[in-house]
């Protein structure tokens, strides 16, 4: 039956949505009936609608990219996230790669490609989790902790498999040559470039309001118009370090079908340094992100599901996947284990309680904290949903130069039903339901078991309140758009007169009660932004917002 292009798009929008929400009702993961909606949907004639969606679910993945560059906080980059990002990914990794090595006839070099397919943690399953974690308050550091973990660990995931699908090549470079560029300079450029565009983005965009063509503003100041060119930004930054074979505007030389940028490294550095010179309105791109994802997530999930082909053929290979993933994360457990252990004293409170509490206490919260870092690790779909349908256009081994023995039937490594596609697919399949339903059920209870005490607790709930922007809460006092028409918006700015912010201040005073740590330094800060020496209103931070009338 062949659905026109415009029926199947709705049906993907309409159905998708009603779906997901009917499956929260009945406490069933949203993720997977959008599976299985992109799944049912390949059964229809929509090659039309089929193309449209996979773009769609490509410009999702993008914008989830950038969602995780404006939700990491310089504040929180600790010596702990930075350990649990790459060396429990990197044991499973090389775990997984010992073991098809020793259990199936493929090469350690094709373990290590399979490994960075099915080993990074679904940042668009987790980020949410933690996040509602994060709001319910009182469960701890971990939620934080792992928030800031989730984006960083597909990316590093994505670098990686740039470096080893390097040796599925015809002709493969030098092995120095491979780690000098991928390693060295690829990551350093990456980082580099979505630095200098999300710093150059950063000042620029505060003087788009000084604009004018014939006594009228080009731009109106919103911070709606500012999240959309973002949106484009990161999109181009996206495109030009993409990686895609007849689309790399920046070849690696001497590497075949490689691009000089890291796509994700550039996407996420270019947000991450725009809202640290932004934290004016950094808080408020992150609504927009959030708010646009809960669409965008539709055409991610359902385009995973529309590429996942000849379902029942997929679970022949669940011999070699299902061991593989147990001994993967086996070894991640162990890291993770090893680096809560090894920032123990680093991340508790040195009160009097804590330091007479029985050593078999501490041992209890370790368990249970590496315990909750590996559930939140086992929901997997983004990136392997991304390389499944990508690795045949890349062209990593290409033909008939894989495994070919009678133990896959032949079939090449990389093809459409291929070994790598059928195991990332796979992966979808199974843990998408299984690490949903897990952390749903246990992670929050585990989250109150853990025996922190009430001085770590208001510690934490002390960091998670002042990483609320200072700017935002003045955009949430004074936003209004119905001035966006005036010829000169500044200038009725400055009309306003100090005792109606004195006022308002005094408002929010009282709002501010409920975190007393933020009135003190909320208050010196308001004044030093809004008042001037002749008590009038400075824009220059806040130009992006709309005050109301007095």
Request: aromatic share 10%; glycine share 8%.
């Amino acid at each position: 039956m062949r659905l026109p292009l415009f029926l199947g798009f709705g049906y993907v929008i309409l159905i998708g949505y009603l779906s997901s929400r009917l499956a929260g009702i009945i406490r069933i993961p949203p993720q997977v009936v959008l599976l299985f909606n992109g799944y049912a949907l390949q059964h229809f004639d929509v090659a039309a609608t089929s193309s449209l969606v996979s773009q769609l679910g490509l410009i999702a993945f993008i914008l989830l990219l950038s969602r995780a560059g404006t939700e990491i906080k310089a504040a929180d980059l600790e010596p702990t996230v930075a350990m649990l990002a790459i060396l429990p990914l990197l044991a499973e990794i090389f775990g997984e790669a010992m073991f098809v090595t020793l259990a199936t006839p493929m090469t350690f070099t094709q373990g290590l490609v399979l490994g960075t397919m099915v080993a990074p943690l679904g940042d668009g399953l987790v980020i949410p989790k933690m996040q509602e974690y994060k709001d319910i308050g009182g469960l701890g550091p971990m939620p934080r902790i792992m928030y800031t973990v989730a984006p960083i660990e597909p990316a590093m995931g994505l670098f990686l498999f740039g470096i080893f699908q390097c040796f599925g090549q015809d002709v493969l470079p030098p092995i120095y040559e491979i780690l000098l560029l991928q390693i060295g300079v690829k990551a350093v450029a990456s980082v580099i470039v979505g630095c200098s565009v999300g710093y150059v983005y950063a000042k620029l965009a505060p003087l788009r309001t000084q604009i004018r063509f014939r006594g009228v503003h080009a731009f109106t100041g919103t911070l709606l118009e500012e999240w959309i060119m973002l949106v484009g930004l990161t999109i181009c930054v996206y495109a030009i370090s993409s990686g895609v074979p007849g689309s790399i505007v920046f070849p690696m030389p001497n590497l075949k079908n490689q691009s000089f940028l890291e796509p994700a490294l550039s996407v996420i550095s270019t947000t991450f340094t725009f809202g640290y010179f932004r934290p004016q309105t950094i808080h408020g791109h992150e609504e927009l992100f959030a708010g646009t994802w809960v669409m965008f997530a539709i055409f991610l999930f359902t385009n995973i599901g529309l590429n996942i082909k000849n379902l029942p053929q997929k679970f022949g290979y669940a011999f070699p996947l299902y061991p593989m993933l147990a001994v993967g994360i086996s070894l991640r457990f162990i890291a993770i284990l090893i680096i809560l252990l090894s920032t123990f004293k680093r991340r508790t409170c040195s009160c009097a309680t804590c330091a007479e509490s029985p050593s078999s206490l501490s041992v209890v919260t370790l368990c249970k904290e590496s315990l909750f870092c590996l559930m939140a690790s086992i929901p997997r779909a983004t990136i392997q949903g991304l390389l499944a349908h990508q690795i045949a256009v890349m062209q990593v081994w290409p033909g008939f130069h894989g495994v070919t023995c009678a133990t896959y039937k032949n079939e090449c490594l990389s093809a459409d039903d291929g070994v790598l596609i059928s195991c990332a697919q796979l992966t979808i399949i199974t843990l998408v339901p299984f690490g949903v339903t897990l952390l749903n059920t246990f992670g929050q209870p585990l989250l109150r078991s853990i025996p922190y005490c009430l001085q770590q607790l208001q510690l934490e709930q002390t960091k998670q309140a002042q990483q609320q922007p200072l700017a935002m809460a003045v955009h949430e006092m004074f936003v209004d758009d119905k001035h966006a028409g005036a010829e000169d918006p500044t200038e009725h700015h400055r009309a306003q007169n100090a005792e109606w912010y004195t006022a308002r201040r005094k408002t929010w005073s009282m709002k501010l009660q409920t975190k007393p740590s933020m009135t003190g330094q909320f208050h010196a800060d308001l004044t030093d932004t809004l008042l001037t020496d002749n008590q009038q209103v400075s824009c220059s931070d806040i130009e992006a917002s709309r005050f109301d009338n007095a």
